[in-house]
């Protein structure tokens, strides 16, 4: 049983920095792509960025480039996402994902709410 559970978000002002972590559960070594997506209210979900965790090859969204990075420790089966320069636009409800890249199949966290203030 895949299990994902978000932690890290909560309240900052503008221009501060989060650490979001991914600790994930029931799969190990896998080719499988990891990141995550956000939801703003009243938005549709938003891809933010991933990771293959064969190679680690990164990809972000073209409007977070430079200021959100995207990290992976094999060793604690965990994926990182850290939020810089962060602007009131990146509230939202954070959702970590896992997709086995062979099946398609995707597995989603609970969330964890991101609110910036300015």
């Known amino acids: 049983q895949v299990q994902l559970v978000e932690s890290g978000g909560g309240s900052v002002q503008a221009g501060g920095s989060l650490r979001l972590s991914c600790a994930i559960s029931?799969?190990?070594?896998?080719?499988?792509?990891r990141g995550w997506y956000r939801q703003a209210p009243g938005k549709e979900r938003e891809f933010v960025a991933r990771?293959?965790?064969?190679?680690?090859?990164?990809y972000y969204a073209d409007s977070l480039k430079g200021r959100f990075t995207i990290s992976r420790d094999n060793a604690k089966n965990t994926v990182y996402l850290r939020m810089d320069s962060l602007k009131p636009d990146d509230t939202a409800v954070y959702y970590c994902?896992?997709?086995?890249?062979?099946?398609?199949?995707?597995?989603w966290g609970q969330g964890t709410q991101v609110t910036v203030s300015s």
């Open positions: 994902y896992l997709t086995i890249v062979d099946t398609g199949n995707r597995y």
């Open positions: 029931g799969r190990r070594f896998s080719n499988d792509d």
């Open positions: 990771v293959s965790w064969t190679d680690g090859t990164t």
